[in-house]
Each structure stands twice: as structure tokens, then as C-alpha cells.
């Protein structure tokens, strides 16, 4: 019987089209994701081959995460079909075993269900031969891939996903119950990925996700580029682990609804309540005579009550119960885990982050209670058979449809009180209290609310005009998908034309919503008018009656098309199309709006067009400059004015000068002895030439005027760092010298579409002997120590600007603030105005500040600390600080960054202000980014690198070598041991991730972050330990001496890396082989470790270890090295008082020349740990197998 059930199952869904329908989709979101970017599945494929390994298995495990709903529908359709038919009243009478039914019927379904993942296969293979694709992002086929795929994710997961589901479904007899499992095992991969954010939970979070998509990242999470292009993941470790729990958990809960199963009827529960019986005689009162209403009021009431109907019925039921349920518990866990701050950091729990959480974590759910519950509302008479008697009653389709519209508003509007409710508690429970109920109001119950609406349009239009419920929801599905990533891929940047889309908007506690209130506002209007177009349309379309023709029924809308809601849909079309108007106007015409296919265009035939002819002509350098800058926050008005001296610092005459101006400003130049030669106003790119040439050590003036009104509104605010209240920006609005290589392509794909060659290098290549870009730093380009004073005035606020306060004073309704640059600095400055509210120290001279939102005052003391720690360390050991002033100034959260400027340090609101610190292992970012920023003042602002690799050396890394310091002095070194994890976590992550090719320290690009701050911290903290910080700190010294301040050549990275070698012992000169000039990498662990107590109560230590040295090239592959290393050795106490880590028992250093060692050491207590590299200092992709528990002998 287990084959007769087992063979009607499978022959059953393969003479469906649901397979087959399943099947495309899959392969369709396949090919797209493997042969465009602009369709994602499991996130960027970066630069693995778009047919690797790596590629085929995140496929399958993502696919397998998106087809829970398609196993859902064969797992219930096993499971309830002949419940739902009625046929077990008949099936349950032959003679079958219960084993053959449920078995026969669940294997069946899971067959089934791996049918749809075939697509992942077909679709990788098949995108290779698209006509847009590049051949080269194609590697050899690995059919081990394919398999392994189907074998780790696609087979075990759709057992996993049906038994889990069948189980349920069989049990409860319900559809919609077999649907909640499916919702339940996202929430568990939902919690799985809040997890992962804290590297200690990173095991955990593999386990917990069913679909092991979590595992397969963890696994994943350090192969590089030459590792995904080759490598497989199989069934071992921790994939085999997470795989055999939920197999057992799946089958666990398959044998208990196998157990609790009966081929009995079920009985239903009868009501203890006695009917009451008339009396015969009972005399019955005359029946009135029913009367008929019309009118408004009439309208209204039966309005009224369909509204009431569609809504108590819906929130009464248990399924929207749990469905709510479901929906808060992931919100919650997603409030609770959130880590934001980096380093396993959460943040304070502000309204505006709580919102941004719950959208995160409860709109794909609330989409789908839309998607559900709308499909049950227009089909509610149908199905229930009562659709003769609904359609006849004397009731206006407009009642119905907006009736049943009204109701499923205030269902989302419920859900939205309700995750508002949620977040609430977690700010109360955390202690704050700052609720900002207007906040919650406004984004969640007006804009998300309306967001929802244009979703329930949609979703109602797509069932209107379909034939059954079940193509209404697959209708709705389709077109939510076009509608999200048609419009990217055909590279349509509009808003005009993807439906329901506002313009990107970010609430500040500083500004509110001001920059953006114009253009969203008009945007809404736009789409709600259209949304109400779709209404008429669906209440002409409403089906009553048997009707289903669509040729007859739009006949019947023509002639419903008449009356009063006739000249309503006329009156919406003419708002509609005057709305539309209005908006193409501004964000068309007077605001040029270019695409992303123009813009590359465009940049490259810039490069085309000047490059060869003008990068490599000298150029004046500035030496002075007065600006006066007035701000107009209530308009956002800007003029930035400047007159400076420009001097001919080469040794030939200069004939003409490239000027860059800012796009969408209007900027106004007069330069000494210079006149316009040719404008490219495409480009913004204008020559002017000088007559006659200016010559060598020649000092002209240069004056010009930069103003910027806003216009009308925008596609997308384009000039979000001039705002109503945080206005931050830098002197890169002014006019730039030179032609500006920022402005080439360096996507490799990009520049051969646009006929250019590859970029094998985004900066110059480290070349000492480049005298032309040693003359240019990496920062600036045609640079000088530039004498700086601004003159700035605004209305109520306070403005700040490089330099001491010279003077301030008000003058016709405005505050002036006159400020001079205490020393010539880098040409590099910002300037910031916001309502201020500032905190002040002093140290030695140098005004300590913090200016910052007066509703932000949480981390202020912790910055004012880190300030002066960072001006104790860095000035005893580096050199003198150059200004009289050390400033933190907060700006909005429209960019999440702190940078450091002369003197002053913008730090956005969105991170340090509002940081979470509660315990003492907790890593404090706050303090670290304002030592990083201050470290700056000494690293860019005094020693510069040149124009070319390696000079972030130089600036960030020896920047991050800094703050390490300060934080160490401050904080100890077990908190240095934890940053220091996450450091080199994310290096190794970021391997993986390259776009171009992964550098060397001393040749980084200055796009390479996770080089020169995450592996930049790693190698500066661990040379510091191998050869002392005194010597590196006498390095950083002679650095700052020789090259601070000073004029052309600026140094290289191999200014530092030989000052380095210089005082590095020579039995450790290898170690600037391989931390500066090579990629190096370790495998070390510890494979035994014994102790054995002795007579004098001291105990021996034997520890059996391996160690192996690898380098990689620049896509990540490795190659073995001969090991002749000093590599440390050590045992750790257990850890007391809360402490991450126990007290050092034993550390030395010891030479290594072979793969295997063995180690003998004394101690004076029992350790809880022992092993090798006991501090995980060399980059180690698995430095948990470092150390280990000893074992007595």
C-alpha cells in the first residue's frame, strides 16, 4: 500500500501545473541573479565566477528559503486533500496501515517538492549563454557543486520543510494551519540571522536555522575568491550537524503526528447549552412589512456594516491571531538581538532605530497578512456559495469594495498599533523612556500605513480581475516582483513609474523630516491618486453575478461608466494627471534627473576626452584661503565664497588650469591673468588659460562664488548635507583643480561596456621614484599647507568651521562666526551649523568640545574622556598638537561616519551618539572612533601619504595602531583581545569580497577598508607585541619629525615599513615580509594537551601543536611556505567576575620550524586553557582551534 499511496502522490503533482509553475520561477529568479546584478538571490555575487561553486550552493540554500511556500502547498495538498474533499470518509474504510497512508502520502510530497530546486541547476548552466553576459565572469562547470547542492540543501530541506508541515496539516486537518508552520520555520531563520551579528553566537545561529543557510555562511564566511571559484560545501562539520538536528527534529514531529493519527472521524464538540422549545400555543407577533432606504444615509449604514463584518470577522479568528503572534515574536527578537553598532554592539533603543527594526522585521510579514487577507475578503461570498443572494441584495458595488477596502486598512493599521505597542515595551524594558509617539505616528500609521495601502490596492486589483482566488494570489505575487526589480534592471531611475515609490527619506532628530517633506508630499499624492484610479477601476470590475467573460465584462463597465461615479473617476484622472505634471516638471525639467546607463556614459567619455590630454599637466597649488560662507537653513540656501592664492609650485609654465565644478550649483569664477578657454558644461569641467602662462613660484588670485537654492523638488534629494538644521559639508564644493580621476569608471564590466580597458589599479602604483605623484597627496591632489580663515554666518543656529573663534557677533538677524585655522593644514575642511547645545574642557591650552543635538547627551563625557586620553598619548608619544582646539560636532544621520578634519571631527548621530555601552566587556566604540579621529590630527593632517598605493598606511592604519593604544591604556588588554576578533573577523570576511584584486598592506588602494583598518589593526597590534611599542612608537616619532608638515615629496608606505625594519631585531625581519609585503596567513591548533600535578603542587604542561604558514596572491589562492617562526605559547586561568578572559599563567615565545611540536612548560595552577598563539594575534581563519582544555596524563 506504501507504493499505491507513494505513486498516486507523485503521479498526482506531476500531472499538475503547479510543479512546473514552481519550476520556472525558480529557474527564472536564477538565471536573473546569475546573469545580471540588478536581480539578487542570497545577496551580491561579488567577484566569485557567476557559475562557481560558491555560487551554486548559496542558490540552492537561498532557494530552498524561498520555496518553503511552494513545499507548503504540496506538503498540505498531501496532507489535507482528502479532508478538504471529503473523500476519507470513503478512502478510510478499505483496508490500508496507518504506516503505508502517512509514509506513502509524505514521501510523495517530498519527492515532489525537490522538483522546483532542479531550477537552481538549469538556471546557472543557461545564464552562461544570455547575450548580455560577460564570458569572462564564467569559470568551468563543477558538477560536484550541482550535487553536493541538491544533497546538502535541496533534498534535506524539502524532507525537513514537508515533514514539518505534513506533520501539522495532518494532525489539525487545516490548510491554514499548514501555512502558519511555513511562517514559523522563517521566523527561526529570521532569529538565525539576528544572531550572527555577535561572533560568540555564531555556532548557535547556525544550528537554529532550518534551512542551514545560516551554516553554509558561517562555513563560507572566510573563503576567499579563489576558495568560492573552487570550493565545495559538503556534509561535514557543522553543516552535517545542523542538518542531522532538524532531519531528527522534522521526523521527530512527523512520528508524533503519525502516532496522534486516526482513521476515525473526528467528533465535534457539542454545545452544553439545551435549545429551548416553543410552547405550541405560543402566539407570534404579525411580522412588519420590510421597508427599502436609499440615499447617502442608507449607503453609509450598509458601509458601516460592511466594514464591521469584514473586520471583527477577520481579528476574531485564529488563524489572524497567530498570524499576529508570529508576526510580533519575530519583531520582538529582532528588537531584542539587533547589534548595529558593530562590534556585537546594539544601540540605544531610539524610536527612529526601533522603527527602522520593526519595518525590518514585520513588513514581509505584514505583506503576506495583506496578500491572504484581502484574497479572503473579495472571495468570501464565492467561496462560501453565497454569492447568488450577496450580488442581488440592494447594496452599491462601491459600498462593497470600499467597504471591504476599510476593513483591511484598519487590519494593518491593528498590526502597526500593535508592533508600535511592541516597540514601546522594549524601550521601557531598557530603560528609556524618550517614547516620541509623534515619531511613531507619523512613520509608521501615516507613512507606512500608506506604503501598506498601495500594496492592498494592488492586492485587490490582482483578485478583481482574476477568475479563482488561488491565480488572484499568485497574480498579486508576480506583480509586487515585476514592480520591484523591473524598473532597476531596465536601469529606469524615475519614480514616476514603479508604483507606490516615495522618494528615500531619513528622519533626524536634528532636522525631522524638512529636507524631504515637499518631495515625498508630492510623490503621495501622485501614487494615492493613482491608487484611487485602481479602485474605480476594480469597482467597474467587480464581478456580480456568474459573469466571467473579461470581453463582457468590460462591456458592463462601459456602461456602468456613468453618473456620479463617472465624474468622480473624471475629477481623479484630472488631479491625477495635473499631479503628474507637477511632479514630472520638477523632477524632469527643472531638475535634470540622468540614469545610471547616462552617468557611465558620461564618465566615461570624460576619461576618453581629457584624461591622456590633462592628468599628467602640472597645475597651481593653493597656499591661502579666506572664505565667507552664508547659510540659509530655513530655505537651504547656500553661498560659499572664497578668494585664495594659487602659486606654480612646478618647474615649467603653467598655460592652462582644469577647473571641476559642482553639479546642480552655480558657481562664478575670476582668476588672475586667466580667461575661459572652452566650457564642457556636460561634464562641469571647464579649461581656463592664462596669458600669459603663469611661471614657476608665480602667486595669483583666484576668487569665485558657489550659491545653491533648491529648485522645485527632486526624484531623490540630491544635497542632503544642506539641511534645515545639521548642515554639514566641506570645501570639495568648491571649484577642483585638476582633472579628477575619482570621476573614472572602475567597474570592470562598466569600462568594457563603455569601450575602455580594465583598471588593474584604482591609485598609482607605489613607485618612490614617481616624482609627479609624490608631488600630489592621496587625499587632496594639487595640495599645500593651506592658511585657512572663514568668515560664516547663519540665522539662529551655530556655525563651526576649522580654526580658533576669532570672533562672533550678530548683525542683521544673524549670528557671524569669524575662525582661523591655527596652523596650515591640509586643504581639507568642513564646515557645520546646526542648534547646538556644547560640552567643554580644557587640556593644556587646547579647548576640548563636543557640540552636539541637545537631545543626545548620553555618550558626550565618554567623548570629552577620549579626547583628552588620545591628546595624553598621542602628544607624549608622536609630536605636539597643531591647533587649540579639539571639536566633535555632531551632524545628522543621513550618513553614518565620523571623519576627522583640521582640528574637527564630524560624528553622525546615527552611530556614536546614541551607542548602547552597558558592561564592562562590551567594546567601547564610542571612545575608539573619537581616538581614531583624533589619531588623525598627527596620521592626514600632519604626515600625508603621496598620491599612490600604500599611502593609507599611513592615514588609517596607523590611525587604527593609534587608538589600539589608547584604548589599551584605558580599557586593558582583554577588551583589545575582543576588538581584535571582530578586527580580523571582518578582514577575513571581507576577503571574499573583493571587486578588484586583494593588496598587500604596503600597496593597499584607498578603497580597501578591510586592509588598512581591519588587517591594518591585526598587524600594527601584533608587531607592537613582537618587537615592543616603544620602538614602533620612536618609527611614528621620526615619521612625524621628518615628514609632518612638510613640503613636497610626500612619503610612501616604504617610509614607515624600512623606518620599521630598522629597529626590528634581526631574528624578527621576517615579520616585515609578511605583515607588510605579503598576504600571510596561519592554521594553527592545538591537537592534545596533557598535565600532570606535581610533588611541590605545581603542575606540567605538554601541549602537542601544528602550525602551517600560507600566502596567498590577489584572488585569494594559497600556496604553503616553510615555517621559521617565533610563535608564542601560553596557558590562561579560568575566568572570574564576569571577566571574557582568565588571568595569563604562561606565555613565551618559541621558535618554529616544523608543522608538528611538542611544548613542556610549568605553571603554578591548573589552567583552564593551554595552547599555541594563545592571544590569536596571527591572522588564523580558525583561531578557536588554538587552545584547549588540558587533560590530566
Known amino acids: 500500500m506504501f507504493s499505491t499511496f507513494f505513486r498516486f502522490e507523485l503521479n498526482y503533482w506531476l500531472r499538475s501545473m503547479m510543479v512546473y509553475v514552481f519550476l520556472v520561477i525558480v529557474f527564472a529568479l536564477v538565471l536573473g541573479a546569475t546573469s545580471s546584478d540588478n536581480i539578487q538571490v542570497g545577496g551580491?555575487?561579488?567577484?566569485?565566477?557567476?557559475?562557481?561553486?560558491?555560487?551554486?550552493?548559496?542558490?540552492?540554500?537561498?532557494?530552498?528559503?524561498i520555496a518553503v511556500v511552494m513545499t507548503a502547498a504540496f506538503a498540505n495538498g498531501a496532507a489535507s486533500r482528502d479532508f478538504m474533499y471529503n473523500t476519507h470518509q470513503i478512502l478510510f474504510t478499505k483496508p490500508m496501515s496507518k504506516l503505508s497512508y502517512i509514509m506513502g502520502r509524505f514521501w510523495g510530497a517530498a519527492l515532489v517538492a525537490v522538483v522546483p530546486m532542479l531550477g537552481v541547476s538549469l538556471g546557472v548552466l543557461l545564464a552562461k549563454y544570455m547575450p548580455w553576459v560577460e564570458a569572462?565572469?564564467?569559470?568551468?562547470?563543477?558538477?560536484?557543486?550541482?550535487?553536493?547542492?541538491?544533497?546538502?540543501?535541496?533534498?534535506?530541506?524539502?524532507?525537513?520543510?514537508?515533514?514539518?508541515?505534513?506533520?501539522?496539516?495532518?494532525?489539525?486537518?487545516?490548510?491554514?494551519?499548514?501555512?502558519?508552520?511555513?511562517?514559523?520555520?522563517?521566523?527561526?531563520?529570521?532569529?538565525?540571522?539576528?544572531?550572527?551579528?555577535?561572533?560568540?553566537?555564531?555556532?548557535?545561529?547556525?544550528?537554529?536555522?532550518?534551512f542551514g543557510t545560516t551554516a553554509v555562511e558561517d562555513i563560507t564566511r572566510y573563503w576567499t575568491v579563489a576558495d568560492r571559484n573552487t570550493q565545495v560545501v559538503t556534509l561535514s562539520g557543522l553543516m552535517l550537524a545542523n542538518r542531522a538536528l532538524w532531519l531528527a527534529v522534522s521526523m521527530g514531529v512527523l512520528g508524533l503526528a503519525y502516532w496522534r493519527f486516526s482513521f476515525a472521524e473526528r467528533r465535534l464538540r457539542s454545545s452544553a447549552k439545551a435549545v429551548a422549545t416553543p410552547e405550541a400555543n405560543t402566539s407570534v407577533s404579525e411580522i412588519p412589512i420590510a421597508s427599502f432606504h436609499h440615499g447617502w444615509a442608507a449607503r453609509v449604514a450598509q458601509l458601516r456594516s460592511q466594514v464591521r463584518v469584514d473586520f471583527f470577522e477577520t481579528i476574531k479568528s485564529n488563524v489572524f491571531i497567530v498570524l499576529l503572534l508570529v508576526t510580533l515574536l519575530n519583531a520582538s527578537v529582532a528588537l531584542t538581538l539587533s547589534a548595529d553598532e558593530g562590534f556585537g554592539l546594539s544601540s540605544l533603543p531610539v524610536t527612529y532605530n526601533i522603527v527602522d527594526l520593526l519595518r525590518g522585521s514585520m513588513y514581509a510579514f505584514l505583506i503576506g497578512i495583506i496578500a491572504f487577507y484581502t484574497g479572503v475578503m473579495v472571495w468570501k461570498e464565492r467561496d462560501a456559495k453565497l454569492d447568488e443572494v450577496y450580488d442581488a441584495l440592494p447594496q452599491s458595488t462601491w459600498t462593497i469594495f470600499l467597504g471591504k477596502l476599510i476593513a483591511m486598512m484598519l487590519i494593518v493599521a491593528l498590526v502597526l498599533c500593535v508592533g508600535i505597542v511592541v516597540g514601546m515595551i522594549v524601550q521601557a524594558f531598557s530603560g528609556y523612556t524618550r517614547f516620541q509617539l509623534g515619531l511613531y505616528v507619523s512613520e509608521i500609521l501615516v507613512m507606512d500605513l500608506m506604503s501598506m495601502f498601495f500594496f492592498v490596492m494592488l492586492s485587490m486589483l490582482a483578485h478583481v480581475v482574476s477568475p479563482n482566488k488561488y491565480i488572484g494570489y499568485f497574480l498579486f505575487v508576480i506583480l509586487v516582483i515585476i514592480n520591484s526589480f523591473i524598473w532597476s534592471a531596465l536601469e529606469i531611475s524615475t519614480r514616476m513609474v514603479r508604483y507606490g515609490s516615495l522618494p528615500n527619506y531619513i528622519y533626524s532628530d536634528m532636522y525631522g523630516y524638512a529636507p524631504y517633506v515637499q518631495t515625498v508630499a508630492a510623490f503621495s499624492v501622485y501614487w494615492l491618486l493613482f491608487a484611487a484610479l485602481i479602485g474605480f477601476f476594480c469597482i467597474l470590475y467587480w464581478q456580480r453575478g456568474k459573469e466571467r467573460d473579461v470581453r463582457r465584462r468590460l462591456v458592463a463597465v462601459r456602461q456602468n461608466f456613468k453618473g456620479g461615479l463617472a465624474g468622480a473617476v473624471g475629477v481623479t484622472a484630472t488631479l491625477w494627471l495635473i499631479s503628474a505634471g507637477w511632479v514630472y516638471y520638477n523632477t524632469m525639467v527643472r531638475n535634470e534627473l540622468q540614469g545610471p546607463a547616462e552617468l557611465r556614459a558620461l564618465r566615461a567619455q570624460y576619461e576618453k576626452d581629457f584624461k591622456e590630454?590633462?592628468?599628467?599637466?602640472?597645475?597651481?597649488?593653493?597656499?591661502?584661503?579666506?572664505?565667507?560662507?552664508?547659510?540659509?537653513?530655513?530655505?537651504?540656501?547656500?553661498?560659499?565664497?572664497?578668494?585664495q592664492e594659487i602659486v606654480n609650485r612646478s618647474d615649467e609654465p603653467i598655460k592652462e588650469m582644469y577647473l571641476t565644478f559642482t553639479d546642480g550649483m552655480e558657481t562664478t569664477v575670476n582668476i588672475e591673468n586667466a580667461t575661459l578657454e572652452h566650457s564642457?558644461?556636460?561634464?562641469?569641467?571647464?579649461?581656463?588659460?592664462?596669458?600669459?602662462?603663469?611661471?614657476?613660484?608665480?602667486?595669483?588670485?583666484?576668487?569665485?562664488?558657489?550659491?545653491?537654492?533648491?529648485?522645485?523638488?527632486?526624484?531623490?534629494?540630491?544635497?542632503?548635507?544642506?539641511?534645515?538644521?545639521?548642515?554639514?559639508?566641506?570645501?570639495?564644493?568648491?571649484?577642483?583643480?585638476?582633472?579628477?580621476?575619482?570621476?573614472e569608471l572602475t567597474n570592470k564590466a562598466d569600462r568594457k561596456d563603455q569601450g575602455l580597458d580594465e583598471a588593474q589599479n584604482l591609485m598609482p602604483v607605489l613607485d618612490p621614484a614617481d616624482n609627479w605623484n609624490r608631488r600630489r597627496t592621496y587625499i587632496g591632489g594639487v595640495n599645500e599647507w593651506v592658511e585657512v580663515e572663514t568668515v560664516i554666518s547663519t540665522t539662529n543656529d551655530v556655525a563651526v568651521a576649522p580654526g580658533s573663534l576669532v570672533r562672533r557677533w550678530e548683525e542683521n538677524g544673524r549670528n557671524y562666526f569669524h575662525f582661523k585655522v591655527d596652523h596650515?593644514?591640509?586643504?581639507?575642511?568642513?564646515?557645520?551649523?546646526?542648534?547646538?547645545?556644547?560640552?567643554?574642557?580644557?587640556?593644556?591650552?587646547?579647548?576640548?568640545?563636543?557640540?552636539?543635538?541637545?537631545?543626545?547627551?548620553?555618550?558626550?563625557?565618554?567623548?570629552?574622556?577620549?579626547?583628552?586620553?588620545?591628546?595624553?598619548?598621542?602628544?607624549?608619544?608622536?609630536?605636539?598638537?597643531?591647533?587649540?582646539?579639539?571639536?566633535?560636532?555632531?551632524?545628522p544621520r543621513i550618513a553614518t561616519f565620523a571623519q576627522a578634519f583640521p582640528g574637527t571631527m564630524p560624528y553622525s548621530e546615527g552611530i556614536g551618539f546614541i551607542a548602547d555601552i552597558k558592561d564592562q566587556d562590551d567594546i567601547d566604540m564610542v571612545y575608539y572612533v573619537v581616538a581614531h579621529e583624533m589619531a588623525h590630527q598627527w596620521w592626514a593632517h600632519q604626515v600625508v601619504g603621496s598620491n599612490m598605493q600604500g599611502s593609507t598606511l599611513l592615514s588609517e592604519t596607523l590611525a587604527q595602531y593609534s587608538a589600539l593604544m589608547v584604548m589599551e591604556k584605558t580599557f586593558g588588554r582583554d577588551i583589545m583581545r575582543k576588538f581584535l576578533q571582530y578586527e580580523m573577523d571582518n578582514y577575513l570576511r571581507a576577503r571574499g569580497r573583493e571587486q578588484l584584486k586583494e593588496r598587500p598592506l604596503i600597496t593597499v588602494e584607498s578603497s580597501q577598508g578591510y586592509i588598512h583598518y581591519r588587517k591594518g589593526s591585526c598587524v600594527m597590534y601584533y608587531l607592537k607585541e613582537m618587537i615592543g611599542e616603544e620602538k614602533i612608537n620612536s618609527v611614528l616619532r621620526d615619521l612625524v619629525e621628518e615628514f609632518g608638515y612638510q613640503d613636497p615629496p610626500y612619503p610612501t608606505s616604504l617610509d614607515l615599513v624600512d623606518r620599521l625594519r630598522d629597529v626590528t631585531p634581526p631574528e624578527l625581519q621576517y615579520l616585515l615580509k609578511d605583515l607588510f609585503e605579503e598576504i600571510t596567513l596561519f592554521a594553527n591548533r592545538t591537537e592534545n594537551a596533557t598535565y600532570e600535578e606535581l610533588p611541590d603542587g605545581k603542575f606540567e604542561i605538554t601541549i602537542e601543536v601544528v602550525c602551517e604558514k600560507f600566502r596567498a596572491d590577489e584572488k585569494g589562492k594559497e600556496t604553503s611556505v616553510e615555517l621559521d617562526d617565533w610563535i608564542e605559547i601560553g596557558a590562561f586561568a579560568s575566568p572570574e567576575d564576569g571577566r571574557r578572559y582568565g588571568d595569563t599563567l604562561y606565555r613565551e615565545r618559541q621558535k618554529i620550524t616544523t608543522g608538528q611540536s611538542t611544548f613542556t612548560f610549568l605553571v603554578d595552577e591548573l589552567p583552564d586553557k593551554v595552547g599555541v598563539d594563545p592571544f590569536a594575534l596571527l591572522i588564523d581563519r580558525m583561531p578557536g582551534d588554538n587552545m584547549k582544555k588540558p587533560t590530566a596524563k
Not at 145 to 166: D, E, K, R, S, Y
Not at 613 to 619: C, I, R, S, T
Open 44 to 65: 551580491s555575487l561579488e567577484n566569485a565566477n557567476r557559475n562557481s561553486p560558491y555560487t551554486v550552493q548559496v542558490m540552492f540554500a537561498s532557494m530552498s528559503i
Open 824 to 891: 596650515p593644514s591640509l586643504n581639507f575642511y568642513s564646515f557645520v551649523s546646526a542648534d547646538y547645545k556644547v560640552a567643554a574642557n580644557r587640556w593644556k591650552g587646547i579647548d576640548i568640545e563636543v557640540y552636539y543635538h541637545p537631545d543626545h547627551e548620553w555618550n558626550v563625557e565618554n567623548m570629552l574622556r577620549s579626547i583628552r586620553d588620545s591628546l595624553v598619548y598621542y602628544t607624549e608619544n608622536f609630536g605636539p598638537y597643531k591647533h587649540k582646539q579639539a571639536r566633535i560636532i555632531e551632524f
Open 136 to 210: 569572462e565572469n564564467w569559470g568551468p562547470i563543477y558538477w560536484s557543486a550541482h550535487a553536493w547542492g541538491m544533497i546538502v540543501f535541496a533534498v534535506p530541506n524539502a524532507i525537513i520543510v514537508t515533514a514539518l508541515i505534513f506533520a501539522v496539516a495532518v494532525y489539525t486537518r487545516s490548510t491554514i494551519a499548514a501555512f502558519i508552520a511555513a511562517i514559523l520555520l522563517l521566523v527561526g531563520s529570521a532569529i538565525a540571522s539576528s544572531l550572527v551579528s555577535n561572533l560568540d553566537n555564531r555556532t548557535l545561529a547556525a544550528m537554529v536555522d532550518p
Open 613 to 643: 590630454l590633462h592628468e599628467n599637466q602640472p597645475q597651481p597649488h593653493i597656499t591661502k584661503v579666506d572664505y565667507t560662507i552664508d547659510l540659509y537653513p530655513e530655505r537651504r540656501g547656500l553661498r560659499f565664497a572664497a578668494t
Open 680 to 743: 564642457y558644461d556636460d561634464f562641469d569641467y571647464y579649461v581656463y588659460s592664462f596669458s600669459p602662462p603663469m611661471q614657476p613660484g608665480q602667486r595669483l588670485r583666484m576668487e569665485y562664488e558657489v550659491t545653491y537654492e533648491p529648485d522645485g523638488f527632486e526624484n531623490s534629494l540630491s544635497r542632503a548635507d544642506i539641511v534645515q538644521n545639521g548642515t554639514f559639508f566641506n570645501n570639495t564644493i568648491a571649484p577642483q583643480i585638476g582633472y579628477q580621476s575619482s570621476a
